[in-house]
């Protein structure tokens, strides 16, 4: 039985060692940070910026996209991951066509990713794959997401497994081999949500 405990907390502790955890807060209020590239699958002009806000999970800073565009995203450069997890929390703050927060994983480009989305304007949880540019829905999920209210969304993925959680509540959980291989991590919004993102987390597993 001590042996096992042993393993259990190595393995704990190997896993641990995979992961970090992004807050903006070491980030002074402005343009994106140079770690960091934005762009949008489709059109638009996206628009990323650091921020103060004093409603932040870890203050000061936010991490906020205002722009408009099909598809805003914004990915950690330099990230790598197949199987592991993302994890973001995300207040959803205003937008008229949308308003949406979602993390991606696999990115192989502006075209070429899986994400995972929460929508405080119709209330769900959705996971779709993007390829060639086209956005494809994998499963929509009924969820509460009331906006200018912190939520936390998180994806765990290995192999052709994928789940995606909502404040702790697990609301997909399928299997999809659109999309293989290690990629970048990063963040998303749709039209013209005005979002912002806080301690973004990201793993291998």
Avoid at 25 to 33: C, F, H, I, R
Avoid at 135 to 163: M, Q, S
Wanted: proline share 5%; glycine share 10%.
């Amino acid at each position: 039985m001590k042996e096992a405990c042993i393993a259990a907390v190595t393995i704990f502790a190997t896993s641990a060692a995979f992961a970090e955890t992004i807050n903006f807060d070491g980030d002074t209020p402005g343009p994106l940070p140079n770690t960091w590239q934005q762009g949008v699958t489709g059109n638009g002009k996206p628009r990323w910026a650091v921020k103060a806000d004093p409603s932040a999970p870890s203050k000061p800073n936010v991490l906020e996209q205002s722009g408009s565009g099909t598809f805003p995203w914004c990915v950690l450069s330099g990230s790598k991951l197949e199987n592991g997890f993302v994890e973001v929390r995300f207040k959803s703050i205003s937008g008229r066509e949308d308003q949406a927060g979602g993390a991606m994983w696999r990115w192989k480009d502006g075209d070429n990713y899986y994400v995972a989305r929460a929508n405080a304007l119709e209330n769900n949880v959705s996971l779709y794959h993007t390829t060639n540019g086209r956005r494809n829905t994998i499963k929509y999920v009924d969820a509460p997401v009331p906006k200018n209210v912190w939520h936390t969304l998180r994806v765990e993925f290995a192999g052709r497994r994928i789940k995606v959680a909502l404040d702790g509540k697990t609301y997909i959980d399928l299997e999809d081999t659109h999309i293989s291989g290690p990629g970048a991590v990063g963040l998303w919004t749709k039209a013209d949500s005005v979002t912002a993102f806080d301690d973004f987390s990201y793993g291998a597993q």
